[in-house]
């Protein structure tokens, strides 16, 4: 019986989470000006007015980001099924990372509709727009909640679990997701500051995060697909060989253990 999971359904997740990383990203600099955020210190009647400039570009890009800002969603499913592939008895680690990974997904879902909400009616009271216009920048850079787990998965799977010559997490990606996680998790101290490197459109709170977090998912996407690939070429060698495929290298399939 063919796995649902198959190779080229994995394919098709880590491509869609990656084309639509790149149309978020692109709408949030373009349409949503939000990279970076506009300063911190801002008074409301200065927020209320780049809404009400920029209230129609702003409501195309909460638009377009409706059909793109959960593209960690298919990522997290291709991880979780290569994990799958290696991890023995119960998937503790497949399952905090997808469940991790699909959570988290929703503090970058409501960023731009928070903004979409504050653009929808521009001419409100400043101070309604200048809370939400807040609300949505500090949704953006603090929330690590959920991100947490399924970073944690990845680094404790790629250090303590036997892996194959097939597998897309050797022990150095367990480093980088440990660095990433390390620079992402400074994002609450947004909470405290209004300027400076650690306000929500400071280095440590804003740059780093936002360039670190399109690195990380790009090295992770390119881990996949090589891995994939080179199941792929294992799985028609075995069946060229034998006559059907090896289960041992099927691809998204588990080990069966006594």
Known sequence: MKNPLSERVQVILI???????????????TLLHMVPPPSPQ???AQIAEFYR????????GAMITSWTSAFMVPLAVAISAQM????????????AQIIGGATMSMFLVFPPIIWGVAAFAPDRAPEITAMLHQAGALVLVTTDQYY?????????????????????????MG?????????????PIGFMFKHGPFAWNGLFVFWF???????????????LLRSIGRQRAALSG?????GRADPAVAIGTRPVTP
């Open 209 to 223: 995060p936002f360039v670190t977090f399109g690195l990380w998912i790009t090295v992770m996407s390119v881990m």
């Open 84 to 95: 799958w592939r290696l991890e023995k008895g119960v998937p503790v680690c497949s399952i």
């Open 238 to 242: 075995s069946a060229s060989a034998t």
């Open 42 to 44: 801002l008074p409301a």
């Open 15 to 29: 491509w869609w989470a990656l084309i639509t990383m790149v149309i978020f990203g692109a709408c949030l600099w």
């Open 148 to 172: 947490m787990f399924q970073l944690f998965a990845i680094i404790y799977f790629s250090w303590t679990h036997e892996q194959d010559e097939l597998s897309p997490f050797p022990r150095w």
């Open 175 to 187: 480093w980088l997701t440990l660095w990433a996680g390390l620079i992402y998790e400074v994002g």
């Open 53 to 60: 400039q920029n209230s129609s570009q702003i409501l195309v």
